[in-house]
């Protein structure tokens, strides 16, 4: 299994501070909210390699006036500070350094990091498994074993697994968070990108922590070629594998789902924050 963490975030709704820093090195306690990601997903079974990906620079629009940040210096004090002497296996990738995408002259957004990711994997970890995705701005307490553990049950083996936290509120999802709505076996029913004017049932947030099966991680070159719902957010690619790949209530999406093919929900145990 490979871990991917998306680490290219601004941090720019943070007033002062994310002015100076990449998104995920922000200190949550003692140290930055990465370290918990890292140090997390490194204890779980079957990691192979976790990789950081970020961009060397980020330009941040600051009223008006364009800052450059450099990432690439950041990240590398980072790993030196942290992570030079441990038995992790990480990688910090420059999504400047990855081959572009033919179908996108001008690769922007997470979806079009990944995209990227994706084809390297091909050359670097043919025979991968699994692919956990994780946005580099969430602090959870879940551990994420029994995650791991649903996609191993020959029920959920080739399903796309995504954890959600639920508010209980449909106003604390209202233009904030990509929703999510569950059947009784917690198979995804339905997704929307921060719903405006979200139902009762709408209360489940995405916290962006996916598991992908190489198939379906691999479909992320067929969503490149158009991005119906746009590259930024990987919601939204989410979101086309429920609404266009696996729609819920269509007969063929049924027959997939006895085979254990399709998005199963995950319900995040403890706190979760997007910082």
């Known amino acids: 299994m490979i871990a991917v963490i998306l680490a290219g975030g601004k ?42 990906l970020t961009r060397k620079v980020q330009i941040i629009d600051d009223n008006g006036s364009k800052n450059k940040l450099d990432f ?47 084809r390297s994997l091909k050359k670097n970890h043919p025979s991968y498994d699994y692919v956990l995705v994780v946005a580099g701005d969430n602090f959870i307490e879940d551990d994420l074993t029994k995650m791991i553990a649903l996609a191993k049950t020959r029920e959920y083996s080739s399903a796309v697994i995504n954890a959600y936290f639920d508010f209980r509120d449909k106003e604390k999802i209202r233009q904030k968070y990509g929703c999510l709505e569950v059947d009784g076996h917690n198979w995804v029913t339905s997704y929307e990108e921060k719903p405006e004017d979200p139902s009762i049932d709408q209360t489940k947030a995405s916290t962006a922590v996916y598991l ?64």
């Not at 720019?12 to 998104?23: A, H, I, V």
């Not at 729609?247 to 929900?265: A, H, N, T, W």
Request: glycine share 8%.
């Open 11 to 52: 941090g720019t709704r943070l007033g002062e501070t994310g002015r100076y820093f990449p998104k995920p090195l922000i200190p949550i306690g003692a140290e930055p909210v990465i370290n918990h990601l890292v140090d997390k997903i490194s204890l779980l079974p079957g990691i192979e390699k976790i990789y950081i």
């Open 72 to 118: 690439k210096t950041a990240y590398e004090r980072w790993r030196e500070v942290w992570y030079s002497n441990t038995q992790i296996p990480l990688e910090i990738l420059y999504q400047e350094d990855l081959d572009p995408l033919p179908t996108l002259k001008k690769a922007n957004g997470a979806i079009a990091a990944l995209c990227q990711f994706e």
């Open 212 to 275: 992908f099966p190489q198939h379906d991680f691999r479909r992320l070159n067929e969503y490149s070629k158009n991005y119906p719902y746009g590259m930024d957010a990987p919601g939204n690619f989410l979101k086309w594998l429920v609404k266009d790949i696996y729609p819920y209530d269509s007969r063929e999406s049924e027959q997939l789902r006895d085979q254990g093919k399709g998005v199963k929900g995950y319900k995040l145990e403890g706190e979760w924050f997007d910082i």
